[in-house]
């Protein structure tokens, strides 16, 4: 690989440019609206905000969204999930795993993946 190839693959990668424009996409694909430059610029500016605890980030789903998705990893009911069925969730969501800090001994409930996602 090029010296220049991996300088890029590293600019994205510590800016995280790769996800941000994933969970992009995945917002428009999910609202679909009639303008969709309009929307991402929206979408941009409510980052921006939601960075500086100005205003809510954008999300995907809601909280409705986020208790169902945690009962279909939670089948028995426990009211918990393990680490590794976490991990399985965010990367549906198409989110990072990289960062996790849960050894594979915690379990991790509803509030705790609302919180988390």
């Not at 600019?11 to 679909?32: E, I, K, M, N, T």
């Not at 921006?48 to 986020?66: Q, S």
Request: glycine share 8%; proline share 4%.
């Amino acid at each position: 690989m090029a010296a220049g190839e991996q300088q890029g693959r590293d600019y994205l990668q510590r800016h995280r440019l790769p996800q941000l424009l994933h969970r992009l996409s995945a917002l428009l694909l999910y609202h679909r609206p009639e303008r969709p430059r309009e929307f991402l610029i929206q979408a941009l500016e409510r980052v921006k905000a939601g960075k500086r605890a100005e205003g809510e980030y954008p999300y995907l789903m809601d909280e409705a969204n986020l208790a169902a998705m945690f009962e279909l990893l939670d089948v028995v009911g426990q009211g918990h999930i393990t680490p590794a069925q976490y991990r399985e969730g965010l990367k549906t969501l198409g989110l990072s795993t990289e960062d996790l800090q849960f050894g594979d001994d915690v379990n991790i409930t509803l509030d705790v993946f609302k919180e988390e996602v």
